[in-house]
């Protein structure tokens, strides 16, 4: 009775059919998880976005004093009018500071048998020495491969000395220059050419170059003079007077650290006061040349006494490292004396003197150089720590670009 | 999955998609719900091809089990004046299903109950009282007062088994 009831029903066929919706489903499957995570992944990313976007958690967020990133990071030790400083480490303890690398070695001594320039010619000056001969000096040249090699020529002292200003590499690292009485000698260590240019005055006793490495000025006391070395392309004079200044090595360009303010040296031959930046610095005497990288100008002073660095035997000294912007910070590093002290006279060796300290120039952007008592330091200036590079066992010493590799 | 269907499940749908479709017409009571049904099991079959132990039992669960909806308002064989589909009729959705496979589809109690997802008390149950209401409504007398050689017979008669 069931099987006839059911046997009218047409014959189905199916197979096709089921076949395709299967495929059909599956695909619509596939599409599905696709969308889904798709869909997670977008909500996922629209859920950083918002909690970055929320800023309630940053607003609070208070970034550390000390840059993370900067392990050696000194603190300062106070502030002078507002500039941070540090002190450094006294006299007798340089031997025990971390060493910069450079191509001065260890310890900066005359070299016994040194080849002629012309037989040996150099790519950068690091470093100019004099060989002291009695009455006369003959140039040695460092190079920034640590080969020394000895200019074929002759200087004779000055009034003050040794003809050698801190200055006499100029910024290319290739020429070195030298007052003399009555003249300027260059000495170019890739030919090894010797110039002598006669100047109108005898008593010769700084040198500083323009940053063009092509004129040089040239500066005795109260007068100073632009030198054209190299090739002129403006049609310069060969030799131009210039306004000079009292203490020799005050003439530098581009800036000028003198008189309490950072001067500008313009293309007339003035020096312009920049007005934003009058220094209220305790400073007594201003001492050797002027180094300036960037924005930033680093000369030496000795100052008053300082009420936040008490002194009792020496004359406090501080390197400043001035900026002529206002968004990069200027810095001080006082020269204290040495931290055990005594009324016996052995200790004086180790006081530095007035006079016996001057920043020599830069590393690179951030590290000026300076002399002390036998020794050559640099100062970091984004970490505040200072360095040793090397031991002095010469009287006078130049520092070229070369000292950089 | 292949595009194109595979042979082996042509075959296999084939060869059983009229008994199947037969059957679902008696327990739907509706030749559309019964070939959507149908279909809806071959197609869930072609998803699992190869994968699927049974094939048979899995195709008639996914076709027979639906039709349980004890909240189902669709009326089975209206417009009919066939007696034996309207006796199927008067019967709930669970006794025609257990009555269609038990007397078409001649499987035994257990195995509807394995298939429905049902005791075998319930199975038997069903039986029972879908076989009593499907006499009655056929003019037929009370099944337990036959004697039991003639009872046989008409269960026999209600498949017709030698139709088949």
Redesign the interface.
Known sequence: MLAKASDRLPEPDLADAAWAAGVETKRRRRRSVLIGLIAAVLIAVIAAIGVSLSGDDNSQFIPPITPPSNTNYLAPDGQINGIDFWVAPPSGSERFLDRLETPLGDRLQQPDNVEPLADRPLDRIAAVVLDDRGDRYVPLLLGSDSSWARADVELLPIRTGTPLSSGAVSPDGRIAAFPQPGELVTVDVATAEVFRIKMPVQDIRSVSWLPDAQRVLVSGPGVAYRVLVGESSSGDEPLVAIAGAADPSAVTAPFRLDKGAVLRYMAGGQWTVDSALQLQLPVRAWVGQTFSVDSTAARLFIADNLPEVRTNSSQPQVVAAISTLRAEPSRLLILGEPTVMSSTPMDRPYVREPGCCAVLGWYDHNTPLFQVRGWVLAWDLNSGRVRRVTELAVAGLAIGPGIHP | ?H????PD??SY??AR??RW???A??VYGD?ERA?DA??HA??????R?TRVDDPDVFVQRLLYQPALNRWSRVKAFPDED?P??LA?AELTPAQRTVF?LL??EELTEFEVADMLNMSHQTVHGHGMSAFSRFRTALGGGDWRDSPRDSARDRAR????GD??
């Open positions: 999955m595009e194109t269907v595979d499940f042509a749908v084939d998609q009229g479709l037969r059957t017409y008696l030749p070939e149908l279909l071959f197609t869930r079959l072609a998803l091809w066939d034996v589909k199927l269609v007397h078409l008669d209600i498949g017709g139709q088949r």
